[in-house]
Structure formats: C-alpha cells, structure tokens
C-alpha cells in the first residue's frame, strides 16, 4: 500500500495497534514518541512476538527531518493535539496526517456504522454493535469503545460489518473515511481545551459525515438545535430522530411507540414500556439505534427483541448495589457537564452527588443548576473541585463538602445518607487528574460501595 515508510506518533494503545496492524501486512514502520521518559525496550515488549514486529523501529525523542524524509505518511494517535509542532513540521514536509481511524478504514472490506456525540457514544455503540450481531455474525464492535478499529480492520469482508464508536479528536484527521450509516447523536461543549470553540468541535463532529454520498445514511437528532444547525450541508439522506416531535419522516416517538416513518409507510418497532434503560437520553439512544440499523436493512423484529433485552453498559448510570436503604450508581462516563445533567435527571430520589475531576476548559452552570431540584450533597474531588464549587455557589447552592479521595467521598455519603437516598458518582470531569480512565474511576467506586458494610 505505501512506498516508503509509514510514521506512527505516540507509542500507547493506538499508536501501537496501527504499528502492528501496518506491519502485520508488510509495511514499514517508525513508531514515535517525543516523550523522552518512553522506554524502547518497554515498547517493544508491548508489541510483543507479532506477526511482522521486525518490520517496526522505534524512535523517542525529538523528531528530526531525516527520520521524517523516510516515511510518506505519518498515523497519529487521538490523544495528540494536532497542533503540536512536531505535527506541523511533518506537514510542512509534505507528509499527509491520517488518524488511526482512517488508516484501518484503508484495510476495511465491509461496510461501516459509525456513532460521534458528545454524549451516547458508548451506550448506542454498543447497542447497534448488539443488534448488527443478532443479524449479521460477521459483525465487529471497534473504536472509542474498547477494541481499536486498526486490531480488526484487516479480518472484515465483503459481507461484514464494522460498527465504530468515533471520537472527535479521531475525527479530526480523516481524509476518505466514510461510513455507510453515519450518527451525530448531540452536540454540547467538550474538549474545549483541545478544540478552543465549539464552533472547531462541532465541525470535527460533523465530518463522520464528509465523506459520505446520497447512497448513504445520516442519522442525526433533531431534538438537538446544534446537530441541526451544523449539519445543513451534508450530501447522505439525512433520518432524524427524535423524542419530542412526530417528523415527517425519520424514526420518533409517538405516545409510548418508537415508529420509523419513510417512503410515506409508518412502522411501529417496539413500545418504550418494554426498554429496562433508566433516563430519557437512553430513549434517545434507542432511537439513534434503531434508525441506524433499520436502514442497514434489520427486520424490526430483531431490532425490537435486542433493545427490549438490552440493559446498558457499565459506567452508565450503573446500577451497583442498595446499603441501608441507599442505593449507590456508577456513573464514571458522565465525563462532561451534560452527561452528568442526564445522570442527575436519571435519579428519582434525593441524591448524594460526587463530582469532579480534570479540567477540560468548560462551564459547569448548566450542570449546577440542575442540583436544586434533586440533589442533598455535593461531594467534590479532583482538580475542579474548587472551580465547581465557586460555580454552584454563585447559583446558590451552598451543600458542599470537599474529599481528598473518591474513597473518602464514598464514605462520607455513607455516613451521611439516609434510607431513599440514592448516591450517584457523576463527576462532570475526565478522569486523568486522579485516575488513568473513567473505567478505573469507575471499578474503584463500585469496590469502595461492594465494601461498604449493611
């Protein structure tokens, strides 16, 4: 596929699964890493006795012109700012700039489905992911979601489908990517500290779509006034879906139905009484997953027999155990102020709320003005706590405690908690300040409750 050498920057996770899958099928490859601290010997340990190891040199430190004029192309990991100015300096000698997303999407021989959203990914992913298995068994579950898409890229088919949860900042450096079926499910600040304006973040949000032409599907939630906004101008068949408007055409709610309404036929696929999943945005979810694989061509009967059996997914307003009379959840992916509203609103009873976490550069007001209504405490930890804290002062909410540890806000809510109270870990905030991911944070709260005693 490539002439001369591909570079691949950052030696974690991803970078390491495009190594791999590059080498794999015969490529060249530099994988580097301007962090200094970065072992080679550690890295290569990583990659382990794969198939075509031989074919990967490792390189840390800083990145020179010669190492550059080898490779044609340079394979970027996510979690690098591509205004860095080594990604400049590549640029600027010529080199393309592909995302780990786009190169697996060079070794796919199936079709795509593709999910992006600030908030969702996660839960419909893995939804569809269950649904496309109920009818296709060649079917992978890639992406944000665990598995890199680059590890099973090159097993796909002709009759296989890849089903990928799309993050922004891997969209950010696509160039032919282009998914049969595309899903911007919302749009709400994130990642600023990353993008610097909504406006940047809500385009690379928007291009899952870029690629994609009339034959294909994009599935968009109407309910949400900047999806709309910002995808005017795509070229796929637009279906919007939506939890509060019978449309035209597109999938929606009519009384406690989920209908598809298209070609002028109206389809009722399942009733709502019959989903387990807590929350109105999981309604929204279901709709999202359900216009995306009613127009990869599931009969509705499979659709509806997966999304009444399907019970979510973990670190999603999780349900973790009842102490006391106080039943504890796990919300650890609420990693932004607007999944944590939907947290909140998910509760049905007085809540002890533990908040906090890294600073991703946006506001908490929205969040805050939300705790009036439901919530007793706030318990904050991590690098926002005082940024948070300030915010839910000046709207007048004045029930705060500080917590050093999440361990330490678990038993303060144990203490403190009474019989029809409910604790929910909602932070609001990405993990990195305290844990290495939202899935630590998570299995870390979950143990310090199952250790609480009656």
């Known amino acids: 596929m490539f002439e001369k050498k591909v570079l691949v920057a950052g030696c974690g996770k991803s970078g390491i699964g495009a190594s791999i899958l590059l080498a794999r099928n015969g490529e060249k490859v530099i994988l580097f890493d301007e962090n200094e601290t970065k072992d080679a010997d550690s890295v290569r340990e990583l990659i382990g006795n794969v198939k075509g190891k031989e074919n990967i040199e490792i390189y840390i430190g800083q990145l020179k012109e010669e190492v550059i004029a080898q490779c044609e192309l340079m394979v970027i990991s996510p979690g690098i700012p591509v205004d860095k100015p080594f990604v400049k300096k590549v640029k600027d000698m010529g080199l393309s700039v592909w995302s780990e997303i786009e190169l697996a999407y060079h070794y796919e021989k199936g079709s795509v489905v593709a999910i992006t959203g600030t908030n969702g990914k996660t839960t419909t992913t893995t939804l569809v992911g269950e649904i496309m298995k109920a009818y296709n068994e060649k079917t992978y579950v890639v992406g944000n979601i665990g598995t890199p898409y680059t590890e099973l890229a090159d097993a796909t088919s002709k009759d296989s489908v890849t089903v990928a949860e799309i993050s922004s900042f891997q969209l950010e450096t696509i160039v032919d990517f282009a998914p049969k079926v595309s899903a911007v499910l919302n749009i709400t600040p994130d990642h600023l500290n990353r993008h610097y304006t909504f406006e940047n973040y809500a385009k690379c949000k928007i291009d899952i779509t870029k690629n994609q032409n009339e034959d294909d599907f994009a599935i968009l939630n109407y309910d949400d006034e900047d999806t709309v906004k910002y995808a005017k101008d795509i070229k796929a068949k637009s279906i919007y879906f939506s939890r509060k408007t019978k449309l035209d055409e597109g999938v929606y709610v009519d009384r406690d139905d989920v209908l598809v309404k298209y070609d002028g036929k109206v389809k009722k696929i399942l009733s709502l009484q019959d989903i387990k999943l807590l929350g109105t945005h999981n309604v929204e979810n279901i709709l999202a997953a359900v216009a995306m694989t009613y127009f990869m061509g599931v009969p509705a009967e499979i659709i509806a027999k997966v999304c009444t059996e399907f019970q979510g997914v973990e670190h ?33 009873t007085t809540t002890f709320l533990i908040g906090g976490g890294y600073d991703k550069g946006v506001g908490f007001d929205d969040w805050v003005k939300e705790f009036a209504a439901k919530v007793k405490y706030l318990v904050l930890i991590g690098e926002t706590a005082e940024k948070i804290d300030l915010c839910a002062k000046q709207h007048g909410f004045y029930s705060i405690v500080h917590m050093d540890t999440l361990e330490e806000a678990v038993e303060f809510c144990y203490r403190n908690a009474r019989p029809g109270d ?8 990405a993990s990195w300040d305290m844990f290495e991911s939202y899935e630590q944070r998570g299995n870390l709260f979950k143990e310090y409750v199952r250790n609480l005693e009656e």
Request: hydrophobic share 40%; with cysteine.
């Open 316 to 348: 999603r307003i999780e349900y973790v155990k009842t102490i006391n009379g106080v039943a504890y959840y796990n919300d650890s992916k609420g990693t932004n102020p607007d999944a944590a509203i939907k947290g909140i609103k998910a509760m049905t």
């Open 422 to 429: 409910a604790v929910l870990l909602s932070p609001a905030c």
